[in-house]
């Protein structure tokens, strides 16, 4: 009876109960998503959800019979009209107004209404700047020779987001070869400074850098809330690597942002969920500033400044 035994337990061991489970029924909603900003018309664009299960085809959940107003208080700013694809633009070429509070509303058939509130903050004043050559190390004849900038703003009294960026003006090719026209690119720059982030992904401050040892990260953003300087005179500075410019105008765009704190909740829910590791961690709740659906109605102003690489280069 031994070897009978051993050869049902063998057996009741290589058993499987496959149990199949068909997954809820994903009911979709409206999303919509517009950024907006004093430099640009309105405009926004919308569609219907999928779930992690739908296969579809997104460009069939476009939503092109949306009533789509913006309004100040109760006075209607400007109507969007469907341009295809999902978007909505504004009839009227009308330009946000930084420091208004602006309500947008969505209306489609068969669904509740839509809305959400938003404001482009005022713009940042830049009261002072500077761009520095700087040679490359002595002690270390790898290194590369850098620019440092550096720039003041006075921040207002209150909670306040900024996004600093950094670009050179590239050729860009995608136009014909006798084309002269060229973009702006961003680059890699060092600014870690204390209280700023790489990108938008972390809402932790930055430390004090240690004595002794230099920060070195290299991002094409940084991002910070102004703990650590609200209501007050504020300088930033940064490095970037000493680039030639490939059409001959030798200089580079910074761009100062100050942002609506549902730009900043959107951009930092998204980078966490492009990143993170679904082997060891949840997917991040999205912002959405949104009700009646999901989506973002956020706005923004840019700060630019040119400046350009110093007379001796």
Known sequence: MKYPLSLLILLCLGCETIIEVDPPEYDSEPVVTSFFSPDSAWSLTMHRSLGATVKRDATREYIPDASVMIMDGSNTVDILNYHGNGRYVSSTGELPTDGIMYTLHVDFPSYTSMQAVSVAPPPAVISDYSIEALPSSEADPSSRSRYQLRIAFSDTPGTNFYRIGVYRRV?????????????????????LTPGWSCGYSSDEEVVDPIDGIVSNILCEEFVVIDRRFDGKDYSWHGTTPKLSDENGRKELRLILSSLSEDYYRYRHSLERNVSYDPLI????????????????????TNTTLILPFPSRN
Do not use: K
């Not at 995608?174 to 702006?184: L, W």
């Not at 997917?283 to 923004?300: E, H, I, K, Q, R």
């Open 171 to 191: 050729r860009n090719y995608s136009f014909d070869a006798t084309d002269t026209d060229s973009v702006y690119a961003p680059i890699f720059f060092d600014g």
């Open 281 to 300: 961690e949840e997917p991040f709740p999205m912002y959405s500033n949104v009700s009646g659906g999901l989506g973002v109605f956020a706005g923004y």
